[in-house]
């Protein structure tokens, strides 16, 4: 038998269970009485009141015996008396219950469905995350590199490159590198980087949330594989990098064609081991960040085939370890300043530029081992002075010093200029020029025999010189005929026509001959019409 309640609260064992009586005053529904066994009752239905005080109520064992409902149940007439009013106006507790228990929870599914109970919001209302903390100590720690006002500034949003980079290594980057990282502030500045010249236009290849491995270029024909920048490994593997042994130094950023756009970045000049920054045939504006005269590491500039603009900062000259300055091919002014005498490197090259004025005299001062020097397709203008030797684009004749004091030179690119007077014989000297462009210039006279010499030569122009007359040298085609590859002659070795004074056609004979199957091109010196051959 089970446990049963007793009106007092004492539980009580082996109690017999009893039917429910029908006890006088107390309406039954009709078809929950067990005496009626009609459910079609004619008497209205009347709610049945329970009242739920039992202040003799007490607990024995720790059990609570089920005694009928009944037994505990107030009479309506006796409720109603003892109110003053009908027993049904007052609601059951219970139903009081469930009707707040019901509101509380639609006022959370509301709050909730807006999207205010996420965690994030929970921690935020908690305080700020462990990473939280840790982001303000990478801020504090790049602004003391950058400035206290770098990312505060009145004119700083967070769509500009260095505040999405700062977001990128707090809140993105799989690294989550601690405030104290030694990688932190030159993987800090490679995403800016980065975000600076995709800002405009995605790269071409390589770029953040690609596959795990792309392919990108560093010469035309020539792919290296690599990895996509931003992702989860060393910014030393990242497409175009190389880094210094263990320390894993940034010391050079080489890419070629990759579709980069915009500025470059000033926080480049902050990667004190930089020996290469090489980004070719890119389209980057803007002009050559200052920061940069701080590399004294820098060995090779290569920023050709752009649109950058401005000046070139003349401090550029001066930096100790500089090698190689290529900036043909962009959009840059101004003059050549008196420091490019500096300049101890051995190749240099600003042709296809907007420069004027006249070539410093100091260019060539005490230079053993320039090699390459190229200035053409500018408007520079003025005379040559003999102490410099070499510079195209400056009216004037060719100084012998070029060809006695720069015997290690392997290009000499004087096309398009207002150069004019004789082709000396001394050219003859430079055993080692693999290019010689003449070509749109006023020279006279003879090409000169001793060009034959030239064995390596394998790009020669002299075409567009009116005056200019006599034979390719053989020595040049011969070395060449067995490995034509590359091999590039342009000559005014077309028959010329000219128009007669009656309107006639005049046929003359070519300018310039060329030994059989030497000229890659041959022009007519009247036209200036080029044919290949």
Not at 2 to 25: C, N, S, V, Y
Request: charged content about 15%; glycine content about 10%; aromatic content about 6%.
């Amino acid at each position: 038998m089970e446990d049963q309640f007793r009106p007092d609260g004492i539980m009580e064992k082996d109690a017999p269970l009893q039917p429910p009586a029908t006890t006088p005053g107390i309406q039954h529904m009709g078809g929950c009485d067990p005496n009626n066994e009609s459910t079609n009752s004619t008497d209205p239905l009347q709610p049945l009141e329970i009242d739920l005080e039992m202040p003799n109520a007490r607990l024995v064992e720790d059990r609570v015996v089920n005694t009928p409902l009944e037994q505990y149940a107030v009479p309506v007439e006796q409720q109603s008396k003892a109110t003053g009013g009908s027993g049904s106006s007052k609601l059951p507790l219970i139903y009081i219950i469930v009707a707040l228990l019901v509101v509380i929870g639609v006022i959370l599914a509301g709050v909730c469905g807006s999207g205010n109970c996420s965690s994030s919001q929970g921690s935020s209302m908690d305080g700020p995350s462990p990473r939280d903390m840790e982001g303000m100590e990478i801020k504090a720690q790049l602004e003391k590199t950058f400035g206290p006002i770098y990312f505060g500034g009145s004119s700083t949003d967070n769509t500009e490159p260095h505040q999405t980079a700062l977001d990128w290594i707090i809140q993105e980057d799989p690294q989550q590198l601690a405030p104290d990282s030694n990688h932190l502030l030159q993987r800090f500045i490679l995403a800016v980087f980065y975000f600076s010249t995709s800002q405009k236009s995605p790269w071409n290849y390589c770029g953040a949330g690609g596959r795990d491995f792309c392919y990108y270029k560093i010469l035309q024909q020539h792919e290296v594989r690599g990895e996509p920048w931003l992702s989860d490994i060393s910014e030393c593997e990242w497409a175009g990098n190389s880094c210094q042994g263990e320390t894993e130094n940034i010391t050079g950023v080489d890419m070629f064609g990759n579709g980069l756009s915009g500025p470059i970045p000033s926080e480049l000049g902050l990667l004190p081991n930089l020996e290469t920054i090489r980004l070719r045939k890119q389209n980057l504006t803007g002009t050559i960040p200052s920061t940069l005269l701080q590399l004294t590491s820098l060995e090779s500039l290569s920023l050709d085939e752009g649109m950058l603009t401005g000046t070139i900062p003349s401090g550029l000259y001066s930096l100790p370890s500089l090698q190689r300055i290529n900036l043909y091919s962009n959009k840059f002014t101004g003059t050549i300043p008196t420091e490019v005498g500096l300049f101890q490197g051995y190749q240099f090259s600003l042709s296809r530029n907007q420069i004027t004025g006249t070539i410093p005299p100091e260019l060539f001062s005490a230079k053993t081992n320039l090699r390459f020097v190229s200035l053409g397709h500018n408007q520079i203008t003025g005379t040559i002075p003999t102490e410099i030797g070499l510079l195209p684009g400056v009216e004037g004749g060719i100084p012998e010093e070029i060809f006695l004091g720069c015997p290690k030179l392997i290009s000499l690119d004087l096309e398009s200029c207002s150069l004019s007077g004789t082709l000396s014989s001394n050219m003859g000297l430079l055993e080692r020029l693999w290019a010689l462009k003449l070509a749109n210039n006023n020279f006279e006279g003879s090409i000169p025999e001793e060009l034959g010499a030239l064995t390596k030569l394998k790009h020669f122009t002299t075409n567009g010189n009116p005056e200019l007359r006599g034979s390719i040298p053989d020595g040049i085609c011969f070395e060449n005929l067995n490995n034509p590859r590359g091999f590039d002659v342009v000559a005014d070795c077309a028959p010329t026509t000219d128009t007669a004074s009656d309107g006639s056609t005049i046929t003359g004979e070519p300018l310039v001959s060329c030994p059989q199957r030497c000229c890659s091109v041959c022009c007519d010196a009247g036209t200036g019409i080029c044919l290949e051959q």
